[in-house]
């Protein structure tokens, strides 16, 4: 089983829909976050929580909101999707010391 | 801010021959710096890292070294080969790399013909 697993892997969804995409991880790491990919723009960073009872907005939160329901999982929600919410998106864990790990990303389709 | 720019893509190269991708950041701190690779429908993997100036990150034959003086943490593997096909990633940390946040450079995607 991969260390950070991400569910669904595809998704096609449609505008204003309500949208939760979920993060679970056995690394036992405190620290979760998660990045958006688009192409040319890199990795952006959406939200991001250093314990169960932290969470912290990143560079691009708006339209985003997020739940760390156990240390092991860190769920992002879309609201109300619209379509330039199409991307990859990926989440990661980290610790001091360990780097990051990151899952094979959910690439999202708002139609 | 704190940022990092890298050469853009697509690098096409061909088996064997040597490889140059460059990065430089802008960083209010003294960060740590990566190369992250991502191969086809794949995630990120960590490919190499350097915490402090002068250090030299290295794995799977490629290297970077922390420039501090030109800010700056190249890339370079001497003979490439058709399985290094993948998008490369460098990015920066300003809290020693596992602690903080990474920011990442726009990718650079590299495609290696036989």
């Known amino acids: 089983d991969a260390d950070v697993t991400q569910t669904p892997r595809n998704r096609i969804t449609k505008t204003g829909k309500r949208i939760m995409l979920e993060c679970s991880q056995t690394?036992?790491?405190?620290?979760m976050y998660w990045y958006r990919q688009d192409p040319g723009l890199g990795l952006r960073l959406i939200y991001y929580s250093f314990d169960v009872k932290d969470i912290n907005k990143g560079e691009i939160s708006d339209g985003y909101s997020v739940s760390r329901q156990a240390q092991a999982k860190f769920s992002l929600s879309l609201e109300s999707a619209i379509p330039n919410q199409t991307a990859l998106y990926f989440c990661?864990?980290?610790?001091?010391?360990?780097?990051?790990?990151f899952g094979s990303g959910t690439r999202l389709t708002v139609v | 801010g704190d940022s990092v720019t890298q050469m853009e893509g697509p690098v096409t190269l061909s088996e064997e021959a040597f490889l140059t991708i460059n990065c430089t950041y802008t960083a209010t701190g003294y960060p740590s710096l990566f190369w992250y690779v991502q191969y086809p429908g794949e995630g990120l993997q960590l490919l190499l890292k350097?915490?402090?100036?002068?250090d030299k990150g290295s794995n799977k034959g490629f290297e970077a070294t922390y420039r501090k003086e030109t800010t700056s943490f190249h890339l370079e593997k001497g003979s490439v080969q058709v399985s290094d096909s993948a998008v490369y990633f460098c990015a920066l940390s300003l809290f020693g790399g596992s602690q903080g946040n990474l920011i990442f450079g726009k990718g650079t995607k590299l495609s290696v013909k036989p």
């Open positions: 990661a864990t980290s610790v001091t010391g360990k780097g990051y790990t």
């Open positions: 690394k036992g790491h405190d620290r």
């Open positions: 350097a915490t402090k100036a002068d």
